[in-house]
């Protein structure tokens, strides 16, 4: 088995490609070691003692080191906790639970005006199909969280968390692009 590494916008995440799928569906992250104990992969990153943050994206897994942490040490050690989790065949969670999927849940865009239905079908429509694929491809994910007075409320996950250029892709890119074909946004903001 090869797994390759590729560089994400963020200096202090890598993004590492095991060449099979990770997960099935959605995404998971893992912001802390206690979260990560849902997870044998995770948990065994985050003991490595120089890991900050854990993604799952469905055909790859992003590592965030801690600040003033080198890659070309830390590297090889993940390199090697994902050789020998996925040579052995290890679940991906613990206990075969429906942790496996981070789904957002409905509350969360609670605040969406029912009158606003179509615009927000149109928001999370570009989202799925021209977003979170570019935003995958650097190693995180975007999460829809709003709608509200001409305000798109996104977070942003993996990679894309934490990173120096995630303001300049909300503001620029995103924003920009939503506002092109959805005329009612205004501004994109980090929720």
């Not at 890598?14 to 849902?38: C, D, Y």
């Not at 305000?151 to 890119?173: D, E, F, I, N, W």
């Not at 692009?177 to 959805?182: D, I, R």
């Amino acid at each position: 088995m090869f797994i390759e590494t590729e560089t994400t916008p963020n200096p202090a995440t890598l993004k590492f490609l095991p060449g099979r799928q990770v997960m099935s569906a959605g995404t998971r992250e893992f912001a802390t070691p206690e979260a990560a104990s849902a997870s044998p992969l995770a948990e065994a990153l985050f003991d490595l003692g120089d890991v900050t943050g854990v993604f799952f994206g469905q055909e790859f897994i992003s590592v965030t080191a801690g600040p003033g942490v080198e890659w070309p040490g830390l590297k090889p050690q993940v390199v090697a906790i994902l050789l020998d989790h996925f040579a052995s065949g290890a679940p991906l969670f613990a206990g075969g639970d429906a942790g496996a999927i981070a789904v957002p849940a409905d509350e969360e865009a609670e605040g969406d005006d029912p009158a606003d239905a179509d615009i927000v079908a149109q928001i999370k429509d570009l989202i799925e199909t021209r977003v979170r694929p570019a935003v995958a491809n650097d190693g995180g994910d975007i999460i829809y969280r709003g709608f509200r007075e001409g305000v798109v409320y996104l977070s942003m996950q993996g990679a894309c968390s934490g990173c120096p250029s995630s303001t300049a892709t909300l503001k620029h890119g995103i924003e920009g692009l939503l506002k092109h074909y959805v005329p009612e946004v205004t501004e994109v903001r980090a929720a």
